[in-house]
Structures are given as C-alpha cells and as structure tokens.
Nanobody
C-alpha cells in the first residue's frame, strides 16, 4: 500500500522560512516525478513545484520561483520544499504528490490530475 506523508508545517512570521518534507512508503520514489501543491482557504488547489525522478529537472509556479526550492534525496525516499521569505499569502495546506505513470520521465506536470498518490497535507500559517 502506497502512503505519502508530509511534515514540517507550522506557524511562522512573515519573512521566515520553513522546510517541508514528504516521505513515501510502499513506493520507490526514485524513479518518479514528485510535486508540491497547496490550497488556501476558499481557493482552489494550485501547483507549487515539481521535480523529476533524478532531481535534474525542476519547475516552479512563476510567482514562487526564487523563494521556494524543491529537492529530493532518493536514498531516503524523501522530497523537500524549502520555503524562504514567506508571506501571509503563502498560508495554505501543502500537499505532496507522486506521479507514478511515467517511469523516469523528465517531463513535469503541473495539473493535479496527473499525480497518482497524495499525502494528507501539512498546514502552513504565515502571520503578518
């Protein structure tokens, strides 16, 4: 059974940083792309960042590039999202997702429906 679990969320002041982690069990992440999405209260889920199976290719939502960094350590079956210079509008539940259809693909999807497994989410609150 595949499980994806996020951690690392919390309350932080504007301008601060957080690092989210995503660990998968029942699935070898090392051959598949991973992504982070987020959903703010009253808003639709939106793409944040994605990373290819070997970490060689990354893609970010335009507004987040330069503040957020996605990375992975395949030996630990873990994907990270480093978030710097956080703003109140970054407040959301952050979800990790695994795309397991395309083996070792370098193409990165931004639509949630392309991802097969999702975590329960971790809450990030940025106070002003």
């Amino acid at each position: 059974q595949v499980q994806v679990a996020e951690s690392g969320g919390g309350l932080v002041q504007a301008g601060g940083s957080l690092r989210l982690s995503c660990v998968a069990s029942g699935l070898t992440l090392s051959s598949y792309a991973m992504a982070w999405f987020r959903q703010a209260p009253g808003k639709e889920r939106e793409f944040v960042a994605a990373i290819s199976w070997n970490g060689g290719n990354t893609y970010y939502a335009g507004s987040l590039k330069g503040r957020f960094t996605i990375s992975r350590v395949n030996a630990l079956n873990t994907v990270y999202l480093q978030m710097n210079s956080l703003k109140p509008e970054d407040t959301a539940v952050y979800y990790c997702a695994a795309e397991t259809t395309y083996y070792r693909s370098t193409y990165l999807y931004t639509r949630g429906q392309e991802y097969d497994f999702w975590g329960q989410g971790t809450q990030v609150i940025v106070s002003s």
